[in-house]
Structure formats: structure tokens, C-alpha cells
């Protein structure tokens, strides 16, 4: 017979991952960039280990920013202790909803 007072003191590890895969992420400061990662940041405080999945940051000029166009194709690092994975995507220079799709289906191949 089992103890169930032993069961209930026990300490598990109950630490809960949360993957975020969003096409934008900090640094971009505006709209779903900046939604994204205040909730990855917010989820982060409250003891969740939190990681995203998302592409390097274009918007809202539509093209890939300086400090990241030359990295690797796949490039992870830290932002608030939040580990980003990130993706070189196809950026359409003509905005439309073909192109739109054509950017997220891409990661997918």
C-alpha cells in the first residue's frame, strides 16, 4: 500500500513551457511585434519558461532591419531571458495578400 501523504508532499518539477510562433517579435515596437513580446515578457514574470519562434524583424518599413540582414538564415538569442528562434523569411516588397501568404507558408517547407 502506498503512502498518499508521501504523493502529495513530493515536489515536482511543475514549471510549464510555453512556445510562441508569431511572424513578429521585438525589436519591432509597434502592433503585433510589441503585443507579442509584452505577452511572452508577461508570461515570463509569471514563472513560465517561454520561447518564441519567429522571423527577423521587418515591419513596418517591409524590409529586414540593419542590425539583423546579414545573420545566419536561422538565428536564436535572449530578449528578457526569453529565448528567440529566428528565421530568415521572404519579405514581399509589394504588399498583397498572395505575398502575405507566400511569407508564412514558406517556414513551413
Known amino acids: 500500500m502506498f503512502n498518499k501523504l508521501y504523493f502529495c508532499k513530493k515536489k515536482l518539477n511543475t514549471k510549464k513551457t510555453i512556445t510562441i510562433f508569431t511572424g513578429n517579435y521585438a525589436p519591432e515596437d509597434t502592433a503585433i511585434g510589441l503585443y507579442t513580446s509584452q505577452f511572452a515578457t508577461f508570461l515570463s514574470?509569471?514563472?513560465y519558461d517561454v520561447s518564441v519562434i519567429t522571423g527577423f524583424p521587418y515591419y513596418p518599413?517591409?524590409?529586414i532591419t540593419e542590425t539583423y540582414k546579414d545573420k545566419n538564415t536561422y538565428f536564436t538569442e535572449?530578449?528578457?531571458g526569453i529565448?528567440?528562434?529566428r528565421?530568415?523569411?521572404f519579405v514581399p516588397k509589394k504588399v498583397t495578400f498572395k505575398n502575405g501568404l507566400n511569407k508564412f507558408t514558406k517556414i513551413l517547407i
Do not use: E, L, M, S
Open 45 to 47: 514574470n509569471k514563472g
Open 61 to 63: 518599413k517591409w524590409k
Open 78 to 80: 535572449i530578449i528578457d
Open 83 to 85: 529565448t528567440v528562434f
Open 87 to 89: 528565421y530568415k523569411q
